[in-house]
């Protein structure tokens, strides 16, 4: 069964450093002249699954059945109440940052 690549689409990653965590897509990467391209703008979040957010081909993605209810360019605090909404948290085991852990993220960048 093919799944869709769209904004929201929770994804394993199957290549890299960051092989078999999970991420969303938060963006899709246009190609030029409008064409749809082979990348995507992912996010894990960081604090929460480890991947940060970058620029990731689509190759190296599998995606899962989830798909979160976030907007094109969701911020991390956006894409993790979209998890707790979702109870996908609970689901792979994830730890939920503290907001104290957020905050630190959020004034590092």
Not at 97 to 107: H, R
Request: glycine letters at 6%; hydrophobic letters at 40%; one cysteine or more.
């Amino acid at each position: 069964m093919f799944l869709a690549l769209d904004v929201g689409r929770v994804c394993r990653k199957i290549a890299g450093r960051e092989a078999g965590k999970i991420c969303v897509i938060v963006k899709k990467i246009p190609k030029d002249k409008g064409k749809s391209g082979s990348f995507v703008l992912v996010t894990g979040p960081k604090q929460l699954t480890g991947v940060r957010r970058k620029r990731c081909n689509i190759a190296h993605l599998e995606p899962l059945e989830f798909v979160l209810d976030i907007k094109e360019d969701a911020s991390d605090e956006e894409v993790i109440a979209a998890y707790e909404k979702s109870n996908l948290i609970k689901k792979f085991n994830l730890k939920k940052p503290s907001a104290a852990e957020l905050k630190a993220a959020k004034s590092s960048k």
